[in-house]
T-cell receptor, first 115, second 109 residues
Framework: EAQVTQNPRYLITVTGKKLTVTCSQNMNHEYMSWYRQDPGLGLRQIYYSMNVEVTDKGDVPEGYKVSRKEKRNFPLILESPSPNQTSLYFC??????????????FGSGTRLTVV | DAKTTQPTSMDCAEGRAANLPCNHSTISGNEYVYWYRQIHSQGPQYIIHGLKNNETNEMASLIITEDRKSSTLILPHATLRDTAVYYCIVGGATNKLIFGTGTLLAVQP
């Protein structure tokens, strides 16, 4: 089944403790992206990647890092999480060519709480 | 900057057509109109997209005005499972899409 898999689904952590949220897709998509979703603010893009070793900042990149060493994986790293990073996070992927490029496939989300 | 304007919420009776409007008066010639929906904190789901012609697929129809400044997503026979937040997005074919806050469609029994 074509899908984007995020782990973990839920995470509670303490301020300053480094964490990584993993994202993996099995569709050979070139494009991957991370969003965060907060009440009243909709989905905001954190980082995106057009292909392996190519990443770029989205609209709210502060406090986050990403890497794209393999095509299928796009982990989101919080080096020193703070309470204002408490949010619902989504990973998405898309092809850059052909008909498949018209729709993002989203993961099921990771609900992160930083205390 | 928001590129689309949608009503915050709408109601629709089950079995009736749901017509969700979207204004995008600053759309440029090479930008597409995309629609996604999100059911209760699940990952958003792609519905349909169009450039200037009307489009239809198994989920919905997309009607784009001739001047391309507005569009309407039509769910022909809404069911309770169509209750969701619907996002209208304008963007190029470069995969960078900016989501707004969308329209909460509540389908009533």
């Amino acid at each position: 089944e074509a899908q984007v898999t995020q782990n973990p689904r839920y995470l509670i952590t303490v301020t300053g403790k480094k964490l990584t949220v993993t994202c993996s897709q099995n569709m050979n998509h070139e494009y991957m992206s991370w969003y965060r979703q907060d009440p009243g603010l909709g989905l905001r893009q954190i980082y995106y990647s057009m292909n392996v070793e190519v990443t770029d900042k989205g609209d709210v990149p502060e406090g986050y890092k990403v890497s794209r060493k393999e095509k299928r994986n796009f982990p989101l790293i919080l080096e020193s999480p703070s309470p204002n990073q408490t949010s619902l996070y989504f990973c998405a992927s898309s092809s850059l060519t052909g008909q498949a490029r018209w729709g993002y496939t989203f993961g099921s989300g990771t609900r992160l709480t930083v205390v | 900057d928001a590129k689309t304007t949608q009503p915050t919420s709408m109601d629709c009776a089950e079995g009736r057509a749901a017509n969700l409007p979207c204004n995008h008066s600053t759309i440029s010639g090479n930008e597409y109109v995309y629609w996604y929906r999100q059911i209760h904190s699940q990952g958003p789901q792609y519905i349909i997209h169009g450039l200037k012609n009307n489009e239809t697929n198994e989920m919905a129809s997309l009607i784009i005005t001739e001047d391309r400044k507005s569009s309407t997503l039509i769910l022909p026979h809404a069911t309770l499972r169509d209750t969701a937040v619907y996002y209208c997005i304008v963007g190029g074919a470069t995969n960078k899409l900016i989501f707004g806050t969308g329209t909460l469609l509540a389908v009533q029994p």
